[in-house]
């Protein structure tokens, strides 16, 4: 199957800051990302889904302005976490999905922050 | 209701058991059928796709869709400690035109040897 990075894989830091998440799609063109949330034992949560080079979609309850997503080619997708709190700490995940793959989706391998 | 329901389990079974998970949905729309592998703090890894009803099988796992009754179920045979994880069904909407897809809440599954 096709191979989706994140980076990074974790990341600690201090509530109020801001933390920038990137997806990319190693060796396929991901025309939609996704971003989920993950809470301990519970299942993903889709966040959103962002098409190259559009504005992205947000599920309900999801803030736009709070969690910015960019998705400026074809093989990266970036989530910036702005003035991050503690509530925020979660397992993060991208899926990346192209024409070329039907419907199949490809997920990174998540990070995982934590909001002190 | 939730539009997918699936047992969290968590479910513990002897090494070389056949393993069996299910999950029903609500919505009759959904026409592409997935089950995800989790190990512990890593994504999820793509096992089974099927579309539609009927059976698909894979080495030691069977998928099967049975859409009159909107349930699904993922057989593993001669289970593995190797396959002590958690287990997500999915599915989509196609006709929503997007890749969107729906989660079960995943079942723990753990392997003794």
């Known amino acids: 199957g096709a191979v989706v990075s994140q980076h990074p894989s974790r990341v600690i830091c201090k509530s109020g800051t801001s933390v920038k998440i990137e997806c990319r799609s190693l060796?396929?063109?991901?025309?939609?990302m996704f971003w989920y949330r993950q809470f301990p034992k519970q299942s993903l949560m889709l966040m959103a889904t962002s098409n190259e080079g559009s504005k992205a979609t947000y599920e309900q309850g999801v803030e736009k302005d709070k969690f910015l997503i960019n998705h400026a080619s074809l093989t990266l997708s970036t989530l910036t976490v702005t003035s991050a709190h503690p509530e925020d700490s979660s397992f993060y995940i991208c899926s990346a999905g192209g024409l070329a793959n039907g419907n199949e989706q490809f997920f990174g391998p998540g990070t995982r922050l934590t909001v002190l | 209701q939730k539009e997918v329901e699936q047992d969290p389990g968590p479910l513990s079974v002897p090494e070389g058991a056949i393993v069996s998970l299910n999950c029903t949905y609500s919505n009759s729309a959904f026409q592409y059928f997935m089950w995800y592998r989790q190990y512990s703090r890593k994504g999820p890894e793509l096992l089974m796709y099927?579309?539609?009803?009927g059976n698909k099988e894979d080495g030691r796992f069977t998928a099967q869709v049975d859409k009159s009754s909107k349930y699904i179920s993922l057989f593993i045979r001669d289970s593995q400690p190797s396959d002590s994880a958690t287990y997500l069904c999915?599915?989509?909407?196609?006709?929503?035109?997007?890749?969107?897809?729906?989660f079960g809440k995943g079942t723990k599954l753990s392997v003794i040897p």
């Open positions: 060796d396929f063109q991901a025309t939609t």
């Open positions: 099927t579309y539609s009803s």
């Open positions: 999915a599915m989509i909407d196609s006709g929503a035109g997007s890749y969107q897809l729906t």
